[in-house]
């Protein structure tokens, strides 16, 4: 009996009724932070070490590089909050996990809190000193990473929550200040002394600043903030009276009467006489009296040169703020890792304006989810109440799936990076994020991948947490397929589109893109077929340049990638399975049970509805000639006693640890395996230790017949002899 079989009669008990008489009982598969074991399923092989050994990453001919010229692909995570911070105890033990499931990059993200949150002094009445202890404890677990191959991403200006010492303007209204960073001369002397103290802040374990260290692959200066999303978001209104906003907030009256007065400011500056009194014209106002922006209710009704004008005064404060930093950080503070500037991180609206100041950077940068939980509020409060999700899968939805949200945002000539992405918990297709999105960025080649988030506070040397919306580290399922998705990604398995379609934009285009409507999202440009980025890649040629042309017209599914090696099928019937086969990784995704597919080496007959297997060498060699296979079969994922809303829109009940999976039954069938005299499948507990003696495969007409889902889990070793 294995060691989870004590939970099962729970968890039949505590899933909410979401289990009919034919599924499989549902199991415990926690995922133990607190092990220190190496795996037999370890691709930390794909690692060179230390990071940075042989000096900085950097750009070539449009994509990341090593100093050698080699290629060099992003398979990362963020690590948010708290979480970023362990201690020097169990710093050698995350390092090592990462590791072992392929990860060769962190995202640091929300470094910029208050200790113990972040490396913020709490000390104090600002913010602006760094707490040493922190520093310290950082400080060694980037040299843990470091000394396993992993590269790090470190953030600027994330979540930094000012305080009354600061000398900042209505400090207690400004949430996370996004926008007013863009603008505010305060606001942009705090970032500056903040980048000064990070980044030529000297690791005492490394001997480098971290300005100079080559295991710094990226330095990102601020994270979801576009002064022109917030203008067509409406926050930028001058409204908010509520202190401690959070996130996403309207700016206070002060910072409004600054900003109208800039733009009108800048009117003077950058438009002829005759063309402010047309402005004033429009407006409704007199000579000497200042311009009103505009309000996204007016964007439809506004004259083009009313719009343009201000569109171009947004773009214009992006474009300053973008060369501004990064002069800063090169040419004063001789910043040697790259420099991200933001993400494109808003695919209901166009992210073409915002692009025109982030392409100048080192790095393109995209952030999407699939169904990004709704939060509900009080509104006297603002305190959240609850979320709602659509809870679809995206295998039947391939023309809004992430793959085309964000392939529209790659530039030609820029590496791109996608720094946060997840098919957030609780939905209940989840498993079809990772592999799918994975096989499509290879196909596009993009330069990496980072996925949000490991966790938000420790996971190590703390109590067992739930599966939260984005925390990846309790998750049996997503942490198992990091490692079927670095071997796939890291190796380039799936090969790079044969044909890149390019797509230039005019300036009117760009400005005129903010007043499309949502139906045209997430690619803004009438008459270009979205299906286009499942069969090809895609890049912005230019944003000042000829407008868009016509484009070939894809036809229906199934869509079949030009390298013959993805397809996406059966969507329009509800049924949508990907399948991708390349010589050393193969998956099948979506809904197999009812639309079978199979590829060169591998067929799959589930019990499960919904299911994903991916199949991946653990060597060079092809699956058919591999000594070594890793095999990862998913479905759903739960926590213990988590109870689904009638709709299944939401949760009642959000439900304990440990994590319970939905075990995937049925037949895996190996096929075409070269010489092969046995197969064996080792089942694999939630850090890669063996479960019990290993399954015995049968050989029939079709290939080698592996039973699974007995002990339940989400991973096996395949061992191949011959």
């Known amino acids: ?173 400004l949430g996370f200040a996004k926008a007013l960073t863009y603008f505010d001369p305060r606001l942009f002397e705090l970032q500056k002394q903040y980048a000064r103290q990070l980044l030529t802040h000297r690791n005492t374990y490394t001997g480098n600043e971290y300005r100079h260290e080559p295991a710094v692959a990226v330095v990102e200066l601020v994270n979801e903030n576009s002064i022109v999303e917030s203008w067509f978001s409406n926050r930028l209104l001058g409204k908010n009276t509520r202190k401690n906003p959070g996130t996403w907030t309207d700016i206070p009256a002060s910072y409004e009467e600054e900003l109208t007065e800039r733009y009108n ?196 040397g703390a109590d067992a947490r739930a599966i939260g919306h984005f925390d990846l580290g309790p998750d049996p399922v997503k942490m198992t397929q990091l490692a079927a998705g670095a071997l796939l990604f890291l190796r380039a398995d799936v090969r790079p589109a044969g044909q890149t379609v390019g797509r230039s934009y005019s300036t009117d285009q760009v400005y005129e893109s903010l007043r499309l409507p949502w139906s045209e999202s997430p690619y803004f440009t009438p008459g270009f077929p979205t299906a286009l980025a499942l069969t090809h890649a895609t890049r912005i040629t230019s944003l000042d340049g000829p407008p868009t042309g016509p484009f070939e017209q894809p036809k229906g599914e199934p869509f079949v990638s030009d390298t013959q090696q993805l397809r996406w099928t059966g969507a329009a019937a509800g049924l949508g399975v990907v399948v991708v086969e390349t010589a050393r990784s193969q998956a099948i995704v979506g809904f197999t049970k009812e639309n079978s597919q199979a590829t060169e080496n591998l067929s799959f007959r589930p019990d499960n509805p919904f299911s994903a297997v991916t199949l991946g060498a653990l060597d060079e060699k092809p699956i058919a000639e591999a000594d070594r296979l890793l095999l990862t079969t998913s479905a759903r994922v739960s926590n213990s006693g988590m109870q689904w809303s009638a709709d299944r829109r939401t949760l009642q009940r959000w439900g304990t640890p440990p994590s319970l999976i939905e075990p995937v039954t049925g037949a895996v069938t190996l096929r075409n395996l070269a010489d092969a005299a046995a197969v064996s499948c080792q089942p694999l507990d939630g850090v890669g230790q063996p479960v019990g003696p290993p399954l015995q495969a049968t050989y029939t007409d079709r290939g080698w017949s592996l039973p699974i889902g007995h002990p339940a889990t989400t991973w096996y070793l395949v061992t191949v002899l011959r």
Not at 110 to 130: E, P
Not at 145 to 168: E, H, M, P, S
């Open 1 to 173: 009996m294995n060691r989870f079989a004590s939970f099962a009669v729970v968890a039949l008990a505590v899933c909410g009724g979401s289990l009919s008489a034919e599924e499989p009982a549902w199991e415990p598969f926690p995922i133990e932070w607190n092990a220190r074991p190496d795996s037999p399923a370890s691709v930390a092989f794909l690692h060179d070490r230390p990071a940075g050994r042989d000096g900085f990453i950097r750009v070539e001919g449009g994509h990341l590089v090593r100093p050698s010229g080699d290629r060099f692909r992003i398979w990362g995570v963020n690590i948010t909050a708290k979480a970023t911070i362990p201690a020097k105890e169990v710093a050698p033990r995350l390092a090592d996990h990462l590791a072992r499931l392929g990860i060769n990059c962190v995202r640091l993200h929300f470094l910029d809190r208050v200790a113990s949150q972040g490396l913020i002094a709490a000390d104090r009445n600002d913010t602006c000193a760094l707490d040493p202890a922190q520093l310290d404890q950082l400080d060694f677990f980037i040299t843990q990473l470091r000394d396993r191959g992993i590269y790090t991403n470190l953030n600027l200006n994330v979540g930094r929550i000012y305080k009354a010492g600061d000398g900042v303007r209505d400090h207690e209204l």
């Open 265 to 460: 400011g800048w009117l003077g500056e950058h438009i002829s006489p005759e063309q402010f009194a047309r402005l004033r014209a429009a407006c409704g106002v007199s000579a000497g009296e200042r311009v009103p922006r505009l309000r996204p209710a007016e964007f439809a009704s506004a004259a083009k040169e009313r719009f343009y004008t201000e569109a171009r005064f947004y773009m214009d404060l992006e474009r300053r703020y973008f060369d501004e930093m990064a002069g800063f950080l090169r040419d004063e503070l001789d910043v040697k890792p790259l420099l991200v500037g933001t993400s494109d991180h808003n695919h209901g609206k166009s992210g073409y304006p915002l692009l025109t100041s982030t392409s100048r950077l080192d790095v393109v940068d995209g952030h999407v989810y699939w169904q990004h939980p709704r939060y509900l509020r009080d509104p006297a409060t603002g305190r959240q109440t609850g979320f709602e999700i659509p809870n679809t899968p995206m295998v039947n939805d391939p023309l809004r799936s992430t793959v085309v949200q964000l392939s529209r945002s790659a530039v030609a000539d820029k590496p791109y990076t996608v720094s946060e992405v997840n098919h957030p918990f609780p939905n209940e297709y989840a498993c079809e994020g990772i592999p799918i999105l994975t096989a499509y960025a290879a196909l596009h080649d993009w330069d990496g991948l980072f996925w949000y988030t490991l966790a938000h506070n420790h996971l190590i």
